[in-house]
Structure formats: structure tokens, C-alpha cells
């Protein structure tokens, strides 16, 4: 699976060299805690001192906790229900993590899609998550699942896929 974030394409409004990754739901009780929905698989981002980017500022994460539905979030600064509810509907952002093991979501945008006879199959313009496998979807309108991704390297995506998949009409 791809470590990704929810805004993938050209038309990301995110801070410059930041990636979206959760979106902030209501306040949760009275002493400044959030409901936070991830938009990423990197649960990490919600460690304690993490620091994420929202439209008010840079904010420090002074508690989290997942209560087996929803993560619970407290950033420092934000101490009563009345601040918490302020930041409803906010989007969070973040520096992009360095993992060379790990596929990319920003890194495959814009990437060529090659296949394991040289064919030049498109360019990625989106990663969209599916529970079998998140899918590259390329500006020809072809799906390519991220399990047939063999390599990536600066600007190409090198794949193997079944005979004739790109040979079927776009959707």
C-alpha cells in the first residue's frame, strides 16, 4: 500500500512542500480535545510532539489516543470545547516523511507508468484507495493496482501487469 494522503492530484491547495493528512471532526468534552479523521496510514503523525500545520498556525500534539473508533487529539494552545470548535472542517498538514521503503502518494503524481515491455501507459494522476489495493489512476483513464508497481525511480513507475490491460478501452 502506498503511504498516502487524501488530496493526490494537480489541484492540491496544501501548504507549500506539506501533505494533508487528517481532516479535524468536532470537539470531544470540554478541555480542548478533538476528533481527528486521518486521511493517511501513518498513524505515527499523531504521536505526542508531532508538530502538524493547520489554517491557524503550527500546533503541537499534546495527547492522542485512538478509543477503538476515532482518534482523539489535543494540540497544545487549545484547552476548552469553545477553541476546539473553532477548528471543525480544518485541514491538517504535514512534512512529508522520509521512508525510502515506502511508495510515495506525492512522489507517484505526475510519475510516467511504464510496463514490463517499455510501454509508456500514461501519467499517474491520482492514488485512489481501495481495500483490495490502492489504484494508480493515469490521465488516460486506465487503473493500475499498486501490487503490479516493481520499482519507481524519478518520474516513472515501472510495472508488471496482465497481458492486454492496457490494451481495454478506458472506462
Not at 152 to 171: D, I, K, Q, Y
Request: with cysteine; aromatic share 6%; charged share 20%.
Amino acid at each position: 500500500m502506498a503511504s498516502r494522503s487524501k488530496s493526490t492530484s494537480g489541484t492540491d491547495l496544501s501548504p507549500p512542500g506539506l501533505l494533508e493528512v487528517a481532516t479535524v471532526g468536532r470537539a470531544h468534552g470540554v478541555r480542548g480535545d478533538v476528533v481527528v479523521h486521518p486521511v493517511t496510514n501513518r498513524l505515527e503523525r499523531f504521536d505526542v510532539g508531532s508538530t502538524l500545520v493547520t489554517a491557524v498556525g503550527e500546533r503541537t500534539v499534546s495527547r492522542s489516543r485512538f478509543d477503538g473508533n476515532r482518534w482523539l487529539v489535543h494540540f497544545d494552545g487549545i484547552d476548552d470545547r469553545d477553541a476546539a470548535a473553532a477548528l471543525t472542517g480544518t485541514t491538517v498538514y504535514a512534512e512529508p516523511l522520509d521512508d525510502p521503503d515506502e511508495l510515495w502518494v506525492h512522489e507517484l503524481c505526475g510519475s510516467s507508468v511504464i510496463d514490463q515491455h517499455g510501454f509508456h501507459a500514461g501519467i499517474v494522476t491520482s492514488v485512489v484507495a481501495n481495500p483490495a489495493a490502492d489504484l494508480l489512476e493515469l490521465d488516460t483513464g486506465h487503473l493500475v493496482p499498486l501490487t503490479f508497481v516493481v520499482r519507481r525511480e524519478s518520474g516513472a513507475v515501472h510495472v508488471e501487469v496482465p497481458h492486454g490491460l492496457f490494451e481495454l478501452e478506458s472506462p
